[in-house]
């Protein structure tokens, strides 16, 4: 038996955690979001987001061939331009144009050397021409690294809320110049009838932050039984979630919720989002690192009841690999004309037969 299943997202005030007579009742529904949702909405975050969104509608306006020269494929790290179709989840075609944009960072791979491959995942991003969409770099770099800030302290608050030192959670992270966060701009248009904007799937590292850029609903996350509950935009908030890779190392407590996005219908343009990916050390083994919770904190999560069978199944290789390879295996599955070029030999090991009509990151 499962425990009674959630039907909405809770949202919560981030401007408590700033009072120390409120912060208690914060981490209180911080712990409640983390283990029965794996989803929360955190309303009054000073990042200041308007200047973004005015740029995303210009940024997919661009002409076909300025968005072209900084395709995705030209990158090893996987950043850049997407064009419709060009993704798949869960043996799929996601119907969305995206930017890969992450925070700035010099590769530390080099060639000839014998360093892993999964070093070469993290590296400079790819710009549309600065005279085409005068000040976008300086605006979306800004963006980026404010939220990298936030996402530092909120696992911070995290880490509270299982009853650990705030700090605990560091042991995961490199040294600031070894680190980069990835985020992404997207752009799902309208179709005639409800189709796969992205498909169902976990996403990776430790928190994604997720600004919905525009009025659309179409986030669905899927509740303790399997049912997919709606997450519309709700107005200066971010959406908040747990990844696979938090999920794994709190044993389960941090609860990595299935989602998807339904392209829009009905008139009123295309969806935009900017969703925010924190990672984690590209070497970090997660096995070698053991949290200790209270029996407390346990029994909260046991109380939670059995999981209902979700429809994401990625990112199961945490057992196994350094976080940086299952990122870049995942990489390689969702964008094979990319690992084709830039990772030959696994790409062979994923793909021994060459590419499938239909691939399947998932």
Known sequence: MSSPNFSSVPVLDYSQTRSEALKPQFIQELQHALINVGFLYLSNVP????????????????PQGSKDKISMVNSKHFLGYSKLGA????????WREQFDIATPH???????RGDPDYWSLWGPS??????????????MEKYLLEVQELSYEFIGLLAEAFGLPADTLKQFYDTAELMQHRGKI???PQTESESQGVGPHYDAGFLTFLLQASDH???QVQNLSGDWIDVPPIPGTFVV???RALEFVTQGLARATSHRVLSPTGGGGPRYSVPFFQNISLDVKLTEHVLNFSPEILKLRDARGTVGATDS???????REPSGRVNLIGRVKSHPDVAERHYPALFKQVFPNGVPAQVSAY
């Not at 790819?126 to 605006?139: H, M, N, R, S």
């Open 47 to 62: 990042i200041e987001t308007d200047r973004l969104v005015e740029y995303i509608p210009r940024l997919f306006a661009l």
């Open 87 to 94: 993704e798949f989840t869960k043996g799929q075609t996601d």
């Open 106 to 112: 010099v590769c530390r791979a080099v060639e000839g």
């Open 126 to 139: 790819q710009w549309p021409d600065e005279a085409l969409l005068p000040g976008f770099k300086p605006t």
């Open 186 to 188: 997207v752009q799902y």
């Open 217 to 219: 609903k179409g986030l």
């Open 241 to 243: 979630n747990i990844g």
């Open 313 to 319: 199944v990625n990112f199961t290789e945490f057992d």
